[in-house]
């Protein structure tokens, strides 16, 4: 079993929408976790981070974590065709390092 | 404020050779990190490093090196080439290990 599960798509939806991206690690002593961009051809940006249970937005974009089913998501709202990369998530085992497993990423095409 | 460069962007080796990257972090990043990229595998984590000293290492073969200098740049070496490799190699850096990583453009090996 991989410890960082994502689909890997691709997730397709109309300009506007709200994405959903799913995440799922195995390790219940993970304590932090990260959401990723990458466009193609590029390096991942951050785009949020996550540690308490529950939704944390930013803009566009709401983390939510739930720790008891080992479960974080992305939402983007009002999605747009600028959205459209490979969204990595990743988790963090302890505090105090940039040791950060990742998933392999969904791909997510917004179309006009 | 410069971003994480890495060096050389592009190389190609043969099998056998040896290759060194170099990672220059953002200024006043003490923690820098490096991830192998490959379709495959996505994003592995090779090694961390932080104030000269490696805190971490990920699961690969000892072919697999690295050192950080007093100035925060950091170095990954990469002995006895194998075909696998072959892959998108990324240094990140952080202000101080809290996974909020900054990557770098990427070294692309390929080995032939």
């Known amino acids: 079993q991989k410890e960082v599960e994502q689909n890997s798509g691709p997730l397709s939806v109309p300009e506007g929408a709200i994405a959903s991206l799913n995440c799922t690690y195995s390790?219940?002593?993970?304590?932090?976790f990260f959401w990723y961009r990458q466009y193609s051809g590029k390096s991942p940006e951050l785009i949020m981070f996550?540690?308490?249970?529950g939704d944390k937005e930013d803009g566009r974009f709401t983390a939510q974590l739930n720790k008891a089913s080992q479960y974080v998501s992305l939402l983007i709202r009002d999605s747009q065709p600028s959205d459209s990369a490979t969204y990595l998530c990743?988790?963090?085992?302890?505090?105090?390092?940039?040791?950060?497993?990742f998933g392999t990423g969904t791909r997510l095409q917004v179309f006009p | 404020k410069a971003g994480v460069t890495q060096t050389p962007r592009y190389l190609i080796k043969t099998r056998g050779q040896q290759v060194t990257l170099s990672c220059s972090p953002i200024s006043g990043h003490r923690s820098v990190s490096w991830y192998q990229q490959t379709p495959g595998q996505g994003l592995q984590f090779l090694f961390e490093y932080f104030s000269e000293t490696q805190r971490n290492k990920g699961n690969f073969p000892g072919r697999f090196s690295g050192r950080q200098f007093s100035n925060s740049r950091s170095e990954m070496n990469v002995s006895t080439l194998e075909l696998g490799d072959s892959a998108l190699y990324l240094c990140a850096s952080s202000y101080r290990g809290t996974g909020e990583l900054f990557f770098g453009e990427g070294s692309r090996l390929t080995v032939l």
């Open positions: 390790d219940r002593g993970s304590q932090s």
């Open positions: 990743a988790v963090r085992l302890g505090g105090g390092t940039d040791k950060l497993i």
């Open positions: 996550i540690y308490s249970n």
